[in-house]
């Protein structure tokens, strides 16, 4: 029989790791940016022949994450991808 202090316990950490990833800026908005910015990286160098074609990319988010994220934020995320 598993313990059910455990769960509280796993519950607490995934709560604290999360909320000071938010206070230091790292919380999802910031990830997909981070991920946008690579993307355009890959494609600029893409684009400037320094890297071959097949190595174009894209983001791809989940659904159910843009409806967690920032309206805003999702909204130019999709915008982005799709001028790709």
Request: aromatic share 4%; glycine share 8%; charged share 25%.
């Amino acid at each position: 029989m598993a313990n059910p202090l455990t769960g509280i316990l796993s519950d607490a950490g995934s709560f604290l790791v999360d909320e000071g990833a938010k206070l230091l800026g790292f919380d999802d908005e910031r990830q997909v940016a981070i991920s946008q910015e690579a993307v355009d990286l890959t494609n600029q160098m893409v684009d400037a022949g320094l890297i071959g074609k097949q190595y174009r990319v894209e983001l791809l988010l989940q659904k159910t994450l843009l409806k967690e994220l920032d309206r805003t934020l999702g909204l130019r995320a999709m915008k982005r991808c799709s001028t790709l």
